[in-house]
């Protein structure tokens, strides 16, 4: 394990990031664009809304282009820009996915932020991997029965917020890996938070996914209302949001580094708002946050190896899936796919149920946390699990699990956000982040214009059984200064010979993990390019709660959930949009195939 204090950053003399135009040919596109959006401006708006308007940066690149120097996707297309612009300018896959990281911070504040924290999976140019674990660990003063029986108090409020790690987990892989300036790679996300960028359909479902009896936070609070609702209601598809407030603590951070934000003003703030909104973080939880590095988990997969984070991360979780769906025929979704949608749910449901005895290895007592992962990759587990699934019929919960004493229910979480990027080397960052539920704890800092996370939700509570009866995990029982298990799956897959096949990780609480590895196992077994596999309908069954979900993109819906039920699924039919998948992939030429999530508007990747 490394423990990395906060650092200032680094500086090199690499040219300026996301200035800087790559060729005579971007540079014409680039004036070209821009001319025109000008002359469209000014038409319609007239001289004075040009200047304010022509700050909001628009996208100058098309998504379906195809180059070999890098790629980045993540769910906003203007960061996606941002990190394509970076390695325009000479930027690796680090420098690519710190800056965009910090964009989708802005603009996908409902998802993820500065406010948060997460897993970043690394792999350099010589095909060394590291595992950096910046999730957001509990305060010295949490407890384990500290919310009683009332369950909401880890949901909203200054009570649920854990120690954001997301600026010292960036700072750290920019500092060992990047080699472009630090205040250079973060230009973009100020400006975006500075300038302001165009409220997307995918922000508009969140803020409406708030309101509940007409009355919502982001108006009633006059911090969050001061940005979400300017005008005295809700911004609208196509209005411009501004963040002034977090560009000046995103500015602090590019001059003064981690530093400037667990220690000094912005750590005070911080600590004394939560406190005041009854929480218990503190400036000395903040001064003595480290990251840490996990174990990487790795498999043989259909030829190909692929790479995961063990826990507090959900990596072997979906290796897991892979290994068992590889001893089922690859022709299965051509030639029988309610069979093989039964065997996918069937794997995942097994994989699941492994889960559970999962949480941060440095915490739990019960078990050797690794060993354990270790355990349930293993060919003899992999073949039990393989043997123990039958075509005809699904089973009772209970005898998923490995022993009776480990049958337990883990929390859900919603909202995160997913990067992923590479460059021409063979470097690769496949990083999921997030502030837990929509919107984190519901609480903004106003002087930072931080929104703080609710991951202290993503603990299990002792005494509270779920709804259907389960008891709490152990294993994921809070402690001071403990990182909540998570279901975030970062995975990077490389040829036998070491050269990078893909990158692929996924935003969704639960459903990260599922998504991840169908979504691989698509192009793997059945031939997809990344485009086709992430348009494909999605099968999702935690197992606890005991239902299997099939999103209404399944050509034959109606026969698909009759097999199900046939067979004893209790079946749900979901609208597309409850997983988002970020993903590239590397061609037999050298190029990039990137692809953003289509159930998110904005969502887009770039090559270059």
């Not at 919502?216 to 501004?242: C, H, N, Q, S």
Request: charged letters at 25%.
């Amino acid at each position: 394990m490394s423990e990395c204090a906060p650092k200032l950053a680094i500086t090199s003399a690499a040219p300026r990031a996301v200035e800087l135009i790559h060729s005579a040919d971007t540079m014409l596109l680039f004036l070209e664009t821009h001319m025109r959006v000008a002359r469209l401006l000014a038409l319609s708006l007239g001289s004075a809304a040009v200047a304010r308007a022509y700050a909001v940066p628009e996208v100058i690149f098309s998504p379906e282009t195809s180059g070999a120097r890098g790629a980045v996707a993540c769910e906003a297309s203007e960061c996606s820009a941002i990190g394509r612009d970076i390695l325009a300018a000479g930027g690796n896959a680090v420098d690519a996915i710190v800056g965009t990281t910090f964009c989708v911070g802005v603009v996908g504040m409902y998802h993820s932020g500065i406010g948060g924290g997460g897993f970043a999976l690394v792999r350099d140019a010589q095909g060394n991997y590291e595992a950096v674990d910046f999730r957001e660990t509990a305060p010295a003063a949490a407890y384990e029965d500290m919310y009683g029986e009332d369950e909401r108090l880890s949901i909203a409020g200054g009570l649920a917020v854990g120690v954001p790690g997301e600026v010292l987990g960036l700072e750290y892989i920019h500092q060992k890996y990047g080699v472009l300036d630090w205040r250079d790679i973060m230009h973009g996300a100020i400006r975006v938070a500075r300038n302001g960028f165009r409220v997307s359909d995918d922000m508009v479902d969140k803020m409406n996914a708030t309101i509940k009896n007409g009355k919502t936070y982001l108006l009633d609070d006059p911090i969050f209302a001061a940005e979400f609702a300017p005008k005295g209601r809700l911004l609208r598809k196509g209005e411009v949001m501004t963040r002034k407030n977090l560009a000046s603590t995103l500015e602090r951070i590019a001059s003064e580094g981690s530093k400037a934000f667990y220690y000094g003003e912005i750590a005070e703030n911080l600590a004394s708002f939560v406190q005041s909104r009854n929480g218990t973080l503190t400036v000395a939880d903040l001064a003595s946050y480290t990251i840490t590095d996990r174990p990487v988990q790795a498999v043989r997969y259909r030829g190909l190896d692929v790479h995961g984070m063990s826990s507090p991360a959900s990596g072997a979780v979906a290796l897991q899936m892979l290994r068992v769906l590889e001893r089922f025929p690859a022709s299965g979704w051509r030639d029988d796919r309610n069979v093989t949608v039964h065997r996918l749910a069937e794997a995942q449901r097994f994989a699941f149920a492994y889960r559970a005895n999962l949480g941060d290895p440095e915490f739990v007592e019960e078990r050797d946390v690794l060993a354990y992962e270790r355990d349930f990759l293993s060919d003899a587990t992999v073949d039990r699990i393989y043997q123990g699934i039958r075509d005809d019929k699904t089973r009772h919960p209970r005898e998923y699990f490995p022993r009776e004493e480990d049958v337990a229910a883990l929390p859900e979480s919603h909202g995160t956000s997913h990067i992923s990027a590479a460059d021409g080397s063979g470097m690769a960052v496949s990083l999921t982040t997030t502030i837990n539920i929509y919107f984190g704890a519901q609480i903004m800092e106003p002087k930072s214009g931080i929104i703080l996370n609710d991951e202290m939700n993503d603990f299990s509570i002792p005494g509270i059984s779920n709804e259907f009866g389960f008891a709490p995990s152990r294993a994921n029982y809070i402690q001071p200064r403990k990182r909540p298990l998570s279901s975030m799956t970062p995975l990077i897959a490389t040829h036998p010979n070491g050269t990078l096949y893909a990158v692929i990780g996924a935003a969704g609480g639960s459903r990260i993990t599922t998504a991840t590895a169908q979504c691989l196992w698509h192009v793997v077994e059945h031939g997809m390019t990344l485009r086709e596999a992430l348009r494909v309908g999605r099968v999702h069954d935690q197992l606890v709660p005991n239902r299997l979900t099939l999103e209404t993109l399944f050509p034959d819906l109606e026969g698909t959930e009759q097999a199900m039920r046939a067979r004893g699924h209790d079946v749900f039919v979901v609208k597309p949009g409850q997983s988002a998948v970020q993903a590239i992939r590397r061609r037999e030429d050298g190029s990039f195939e990137a692809v953003g999530e289509p159930r998110q508007a904005n969502s887009a990747g770039y090559s270059i």
